[in-house]
C-alpha cells in the first residue's frame, strides 16, 4: 500500500517525505495480526525513507480496509508532468513488464495451462512481483534533469501509454520485441505466445514510463545504471494520427501493428 503511492511520486520527480495511514479495523482482529500489519509497514517506510506522519484507527463494520497518502517534494518548478512528451522523444520503461498480470493470476488460483506448468521458482518471483512492487524512487532526481515527461505504470503499459499520449496530444509507437521482460515472463509467453496482450494491458507493475530528448538520453540510460535500475528504449513519441488512430499509441512487431483500445484497468 505504501509502495504504490510511493510509485507516483517517483514518477514526478518527487523524494518522499512522509505518510498518513488511516486504518479500520474488523471485529474480531487480533493483536498478532496487527503487530504483523505495523512490522511490515514500519519496515517499508525504513526502507523507503518515508516516516508515518500520522493518520486515523477506526473500527470497520465489515472486513478491514486501509488507505494511505503519501506525501513527496520537487524543487519548485521541477515536476515531471505527464502531459509534456513531444514527438520525436524517445519511448522508455524501467524494469520488467508483466510480471505483475501474471503474479495475479497465480495468486487467485488459476488454471490456464501455462500456469499449471510454470517451475517453482517463477510462480514465487511473479507471485511477488505483484505482492511487492518496488517504487522507483532511485530515479526520482534523474528523471527531473534527463525526463520530458513520465508517469508510472500502475494499470497496464497500453493503457497508460494512451493517457500520456492523450494528455500531450501525440501518439507513439512501440517496438514489441524490445518490451523489457523477466526470464520468468518470457519462458511463459514464449510457450504460450498469445500471453503478451496481458503483458502489455495488465496492471500493477510500478514501473516508470518516460519520454526523453534523444540528446539526452544516452546520460539518461547511463545515469539509470549507475543506481542499479534497468532502463529500455521500447520507442518513440510522433505526432497524433488526425484520420484514424488519433492518439492512441501503435504496438509493432514482425507480424504488423495492432492498437489496444481498452488498454489498461478503469477504476470506474
Not at 514500519?42 to 488507505?67: E, I, K, M, Q
Request: proline fraction near 4%.
Amino acid at each position: 500500500a505504501l509502495a504504490v503511492n510511493l510509485s507516483d511520486l517517483a514518477a514526478k520527480g518527487a523524494r518522499p517525505r512522509g505518510h498518513l495511514l488511516s486504518l479500520a479495523l474488523e471485529v474480531g482482529w487480533r493483536e498478532d495480526w496487527l503487530a504483523g500489519f505495523t512490522q511490515g509497514l514500519g519496515h517499508a517506510a525504513r526502507a523507503f525513507g518515508c516516516p508515518l506522519l500520522g493518520g486515523d484507527t477506526v473500527r470497520a463494520n465489515g472486513a478491514y480496509w486501509l488507505s494511505i497518502t503519501a506525501f513527496g517534494e520537487v524543487p519548485h518548478g521541477e515536476m515531471v508532468h505527464r502531459f509534456t512528451a513531444r514527438a520525436g522523444d524517445v519511448l522508455c520503461v524501467s524494469g520488467t513488464i508483466g510480471d505483475a498480470a501474471l503474479g495475479l493470476a497465480l495468486r487467485t488460483g488459476t488454471t490456464e495451462s501455462w500456469a499449471l506448468n510454470i517451475g517453482i521458482q517463477s510462480r514465487v518471483f511473479l507471485t511477488d512481483r505483484f505482492l511487492h512492487p518496488q517504487p522507483r524512487i532511485a530515479l526520482a532526481d534523474i528523471l527531473r534533469r534527463r525526463a520530458r515527461a513520465a508517469m508510472d505504470v500502475s494499470d497496464g503499459l497500453a493503457g497508460d501509454l494512451a493517457k500520456m499520449c492523450k494528455t500531450s496530444e501525440v501518439s507513439a509507437e512501440v517496438d514489441l520485441e524490445k518490451l523489457p521482460l523477466s526470464s520468468a515472463a518470457r519462458s511463459v509467453c514464449e510457450s504460450h505466445p498469445e500471453l503478451r496482450d496481458r503483458l502489455v494491458t495488465g496492471g500493477d507493475d510500478y514501473e516508470i514510463l518516460c519520454a526523453v530528448d534523444p540528446a539526452e538520453l544516452d546520460g539518461f540510460l547511463s545515469e539509470c545504471r549507475q543506481v542499479g535500475i534497468a532502463m529500455t528504449p521500447i520507442g518513440h513519441f510522433r505526432p497524433r494520427d488526425f484520420t484514424q488512430n488519433g492518439c492512441l499509441p501503435i504496438f509493432s512487431d514482425a507480424e504488423g501493428q495492432k492498437v489496444y483500445e481498452k488498454g489498461s484497468y478503469s477504476h470506474f
